[in-house]
Nanobody, 128 residues
Framework: QVQLVESGGGLVQPGGSLRLSCGAY????????IGWFRQAPGSEREGVSC???????YYEDSVKGRFTISRDNAKNTVYLQMNNLEFDDPAVYYC??????????????????????WGQGTQVIVSS
């Protein structure tokens, strides 16, 4: 069964850090771009970051300089290191693979329609 599973969310104080993981099951990540998205209550799902099959990375302006995306193909896992978390960051965070597979991340923004095999999400809460 093809699926992506997110983990690592939780409660953190402003300025704190979390590392999210996106594990792939039933397929190999090697040839896919993987995107991270987030959705806050009452809001649309928005892109956060993307890593291409070759390791090119893209970040939305809202997280640039604070978040770092990486991949470990040997572990079939993509990570999102989130530092200096702010009150605007709380949401359910999802990962997805680009479908059909191109292996590339757009440098002009992430559109959820270009991705599939969505995981169940992991919740991030920022509270003092």
């Amino acid at each position: 069964q093809v699926q992506l599973v997110e983990s690592g969310g939780g409660l953190v104080q402003p300025g704190g850090s979390l590392r999210l993981s996106c594990g792939a099951y039933g397929f190999t990540l090697d040839y896919y771009a993987i995107g991270w998205f987030r959705q806050a209550p009452g809001s649309e799902r928005e892109g956060v970051s993307c890593i291409s099959s070759s390791g090119y990375t893209y970040y939305e302006d809202s997280v640039k300089g604070r978040f770092t995306i990486s991949r470990d193909n040997a572990k079939n896992t993509v990570y999102l290191q989130m530092n200096n978390l702010e009150f605007d960051d709380p949401a359910v965070y999802y990962c997805a693979r680009d479908l059909p597979p191109s292996g590339h991340c757009s440098g002009y923004g992430l559109d959820p329609v270009d991705f599939g095999s969505w995981g169940q999400g992991t919740q991030v809460i920022v509270s003092s």
